[in-house]
Protein backbone atom coordinates (compact mmCIF):
# COMPACT_ATOMS: atom_id res chain seq x y z
CA UNK A 1 0.00 0.00 0.00
CA UNK A 2 1.11 3.07 -1.00
CA UNK A 3 1.14 6.48 0.94
CA UNK A 4 -1.30 9.38 0.54
CA UNK A 5 0.37 12.21 -1.90
CA UNK A 6 -0.52 14.73 0.98
CA UNK A 7 1.77 13.07 3.24
CA UNK A 8 4.88 12.43 0.89
CA UNK A 9 4.34 16.11 0.26
CA UNK A 10 4.31 17.24 3.69
CA UNK A 11 6.78 14.94 4.66
CA UNK A 12 9.31 16.20 2.01
CA UNK A 13 8.81 20.18 3.32
CA UNK A 14 8.76 19.28 6.74
CA UNK A 15 12.50 17.70 5.72
CA UNK A 16 13.74 20.57 3.35
CA UNK A 17 13.97 23.29 6.31
CA UNK A 18 16.81 21.51 8.26
CA UNK A 19 15.30 18.31 9.70
CA UNK A 20 17.20 15.41 9.19
CA UNK A 21 15.46 12.19 8.34
CA UNK A 22 15.20 10.37 11.41
CA UNK A 23 13.20 13.44 12.99
CA UNK A 24 11.09 13.31 9.38
CA UNK A 25 10.33 9.35 10.12
CA UNK A 26 9.46 9.31 13.64
CA UNK A 27 6.63 12.53 13.30
CA UNK A 28 5.25 11.15 9.68
CA UNK A 29 5.69 7.16 10.31
CA UNK A 30 7.23 6.19 7.26
CA UNK A 31 10.74 4.71 6.98
CA UNK A 32 14.53 6.47 6.43
CA UNK A 33 14.70 5.22 3.27
CA UNK A 34 11.03 6.02 2.03
CA UNK A 35 11.87 9.69 3.02
CA UNK A 36 14.50 9.40 1.02
CA UNK A 37 13.43 8.18 -2.16
CA UNK A 38 10.78 11.14 -1.76
CA UNK A 39 13.17 13.89 -1.42
CA UNK A 40 15.14 12.14 -4.37
CA UNK A 41 12.48 11.98 -6.72
CA UNK A 42 11.01 15.81 -5.64
CA UNK A 43 14.27 16.97 -6.56
CA UNK A 44 14.74 15.05 -9.80
CA UNK A 45 11.10 15.50 -10.92
CA UNK A 46 9.31 17.96 -8.85
CA UNK A 47 6.58 16.14 -8.22
CA UNK A 48 5.01 12.81 -6.11
CA UNK A 49 2.67 11.55 -7.92
CA UNK A 50 2.02 7.63 -7.72
CA UNK A 51 3.35 6.15 -10.95
CA UNK A 52 0.45 5.09 -13.24
CA UNK A 53 -0.55 0.88 -13.05
CA UNK A 54 0.27 -0.47 -16.13
CA UNK A 55 -2.26 -3.80 -16.45
CA UNK A 56 -3.12 -5.87 -18.92
CA UNK A 57 -3.01 -10.01 -19.76
CA UNK A 58 0.11 -11.63 -18.85
CA UNK A 59 -0.12 -14.57 -21.25
CA UNK A 60 -3.53 -14.80 -23.09
CA UNK A 61 -4.86 -11.82 -25.06
CA UNK A 62 -8.84 -12.27 -24.17
CA UNK A 63 -10.14 -10.77 -27.37
CA UNK A 64 -7.72 -13.24 -29.24
CA UNK A 65 -9.44 -15.73 -27.10
CA UNK A 66 -13.19 -14.85 -27.32
CA UNK A 67 -12.42 -14.49 -30.80
CA UNK A 68 -11.02 -18.13 -30.92
CA UNK A 69 -13.68 -19.72 -29.05
CA UNK A 70 -16.36 -17.82 -31.11
CA UNK A 71 -14.57 -19.27 -34.56
CA UNK A 72 -14.03 -23.13 -32.82
CA UNK A 73 -16.85 -23.29 -30.35
CA UNK A 74 -16.06 -26.99 -30.09
CA UNK A 75 -12.34 -26.86 -29.42
CA UNK A 76 -11.16 -28.67 -26.15
CA UNK A 77 -9.05 -26.58 -23.37
CA UNK A 78 -5.83 -28.54 -25.07
CA UNK A 79 -6.38 -27.68 -28.43
CA UNK A 80 -7.11 -23.51 -27.27
CA UNK A 81 -3.86 -23.38 -25.09
CA UNK A 82 -1.65 -24.68 -27.93
CA UNK A 83 -3.13 -22.10 -30.14
CA UNK A 84 -2.64 -19.69 -27.85
CA UNK A 85 1.13 -20.87 -26.63
CA UNK A 86 0.13 -21.56 -22.79
CA UNK A 87 -1.03 -24.28 -20.41
CA UNK A 88 -4.30 -25.86 -20.04
CA UNK A 89 -5.01 -24.15 -16.69
CA UNK A 90 -4.25 -20.48 -17.29
CA UNK A 91 -6.49 -21.43 -20.60
CA UNK A 92 -9.35 -22.54 -18.26
CA UNK A 93 -8.74 -19.82 -15.85
CA UNK A 94 -9.07 -17.17 -18.87
CA UNK A 95 -11.88 -18.52 -19.72
CA UNK A 96 -13.62 -18.31 -16.63
CA UNK A 97 -12.20 -14.59 -16.24
CA UNK A 98 -14.36 -13.74 -19.43
CA UNK A 99 -17.81 -15.85 -18.06
CA UNK A 100 -17.63 -18.30 -21.05
CA UNK A 101 -18.76 -21.25 -20.20
CA UNK A 102 -17.73 -24.44 -21.60
CA UNK A 103 -20.54 -26.87 -21.30
CA UNK A 104 -20.94 -29.70 -23.91
CA UNK A 105 -24.18 -31.07 -22.59
CA UNK A 106 -27.74 -30.17 -24.14
CA UNK A 107 -30.21 -29.05 -21.33
CA UNK A 108 -32.59 -32.64 -22.83
CA UNK A 109 -30.00 -34.78 -21.42
CA UNK A 110 -29.99 -33.00 -18.78
CA UNK A 111 -33.89 -33.40 -18.18
CA UNK A 112 -33.52 -36.87 -19.11
CA UNK A 113 -31.12 -37.75 -16.07
CA UNK A 114 -33.03 -35.87 -13.39
CA UNK A 115 -36.33 -38.14 -14.21
CA UNK A 116 -33.85 -41.25 -13.30
Known amino acids: MSYSKDLRERAVKYY ?13 GAGINTISQWVKKYKETGDLSNKPLKRGFKKIDP ?14 LRETAEESGCSIEAVRKAIKRLGITRKKRHCVIMSKKKDR
Open 16 to 28: KPGHTLKETSEIF
Open 63 to 76: EKLALFLEENPDAF
